[in-house]
């Protein structure tokens, strides 16, 4: 009998892609299918590099991996979407320093990066995880087939989804057991190292732990097990309210320069405040200063804008290890460090709203708090346009169109997600019928006004971990 889990989207365009690609062996062994979601960044964004809290809220669209072992040596992947297998050999992964190990993945095939760089991760540092054989097992190579119906750039983690449903189904194909958070750390360093992507734990975190129908409340900042996130629980979403995202039609990249100048200078502010302030105020992330302090103190002693060359003149490298200054180019070091700062607490203060409105308040209190939750929505997008310069026409029409209506009429707060420009809008609305055909009147309008069509996304769904993985045999796929 089929397992039940194989018949939620995707999973039956991953079975027929199974069938059809002719890269599975029926004599092979089983086929291992994992299923990782997407995630809609509710608050904290890009403050996840700057050590903040987040909240995180998984989506009911996945990435789904299928996996099965080989004996030639080779790792091979295919995705549905690209309709083309990409082959690498295992040995040269396991001889490969992280940049090397995507070097050949280029132009068309530059998406395999999120994928072999799974496996370079398990075959050089996956040991301890190992159980039996494992690492004799994933020198023979592995086929990994993927499907998704998360948008490309689309603003909610479609890359560590990638990531997670193929670390979790090659852990399983060659016997390595690696705990969520491990896992989830695997994947950043995949995407930091392999792929060159700057990005933050969160989505990867989420992507693995989150739990449906519920806000990850992730504080970004090792633990006493050095990784690098700790999951503080989760956050229930008061009765009759609820979280949309609404994807403006811009692509949205992490990797591009703005997303990049913008961490360099947060980290700049920093390494500033660490050297100015002794004891050091930081403590090594800026999500540990006290948001009172900076505004009446600190933030006047960061200069507006530097060079990257007067930065490392006077100060060094910054502490951040996945990104380097450019001494060419200018800096907005106050304006970064204070949406950082200013982020955390915000955070903090949302969370807090949300929890104490799930305790049972009255309908008026609970208003109340969702207005006050909105309303710091509302701060963080204004913020992430003006201060980290990641804004976009696109996003910010949404943010207007949203609260034109305003809470009034259901729409209480709203802000770009993520990291880089364009992207998902998530939106913090009542959930009645009349709010839902609101929603439907909004991205109407955005369309005739921008020209660019929408996508919803309004359902929660399990991480990767809560979903497991799946073992087929022949008869359930052949």
């Known amino acids: 009998m089929q397992d039940a889990r194989l018949t939620s989207s995707p999973l039956p365009l991953l079975l027929e892609g199974i069938r059809v690609c002719g890269l599975f062996e029926k004599t092979a062994g089983p086929v291992v299918v994992s299923r990782a979601p997407g995630r809609l960044d509710v608050m904290g964004g890009i403050a996840d590099y700057s050590g903040s809290l987040v909240c995180e809220m998984p989506l009911s669209l996945a990435t789904t991996a299928a996996g099965q072992e080989r004996a030639d040596g080779q790792f091979v992947c295919q995705s549905g979407r690209r309709g083309k297998s990409v082959r690498v050999g ?132 090792p633990g006493a097990d050095g990784l690098p996130a700790q999951v503080q629980g989760v956050i229930k979403v008061p009765e009759g309210f609820g979280f949309v995202g609404v994807h403006s039609g811009v692509r949205h990249e992490v990797s591009g320069d703005p997303y990049t100048d913008t961490r360099v200078a947060a980290f700049m502010g920093q390494k500033i405040l660490s050297v100015l302030e002794t004891p050091d105020v930081t403590d090594g992330w800026l999500a540990r200063v006290g948001p009172k302090r900076y505004c009446m103190e600190l ?109 009034g009429l259901g729409f209480y707060g709203a802000k770009i997600t993520g990291g880089g420009c364009g992207g998902t809008v998530a939106m913090l609305i009542r959930q009645d019928d009349q709010v839902r055909e609101r929603l439907h009147g909004l991205r109407e309008r955005y369309t005739r006004e921008t020209g660019r069509q929408t996508m919803l996304f309004d359902r929660s769904g399990p991480g990767a971990a809560k979903w497991g993985v799946v073992k087929m045999n022949q008869e359930d796929w052949a």
């Open 90 to 221: 295992m040995k040269e992964l396991a001889k490969a320093d992280p940049k090397a190990a995507g070097a050949s993945l280029k132009g068309d095939d530059h998406w395999a990066k999120y994928v072999a760089g799974c496996a370079w991760w398990l075959i050089n540092h996956g040991k301890m995880h190992a159980k039996g054989d494992a690492v004799e097992r994933a020198v023979k190579g592995a086929t990994v087939f993927l499907e998704s119906d998360l948008p490309l750039g689309g603003g909610v983690s479609s890359s560590a989804a990638i990531e997670v449903a193929t670390m979790t189904a090659l852990a399983a194909v060659w016997g390595f057991e690696v705990p969520g958070m491990t896992l989830a750390a695997a994947c950043q360093v995949v995407e930091n190292r392999v792929v060159g992507a700057p990005c933050g734990v969160m989505d990867q975190v989420t992507s693995c732990l989150g739990e449906e129908g519920a806000l990850l409340k992730l504080l970004c900042q």
């Open 299 to 407: 933030r006047q002693k960061l200069p507006v804008e530097i060079t990257g060359q007067v930065f490392l003149d006077h100060y060094g490298s910054t502490n951040d290890t996945v990104t380097r200054v450019d001494a060419r180019k200018v800096y907005r070091v106050r304006a970064a460090t204070s949406h950082h700062v200013l982020e955390s607490r915000r955070v903090r203060r949302f969370a807090a709203l949300l929890e104490k409105a799930d305790e049972g308040c009255r309908a008026d209190c609970l208003d109340t708090r969702m207005r006050k939750a909105g309303r710091l929505m509302l701060a963080s997008h204004w913020s992430y346009g003006l201060r980290a310069g990641m804004g976009h026409d696109g996003t910010d029409i949404l943010v207007r169109v949203a609260m034109e209506l305003g809470p």
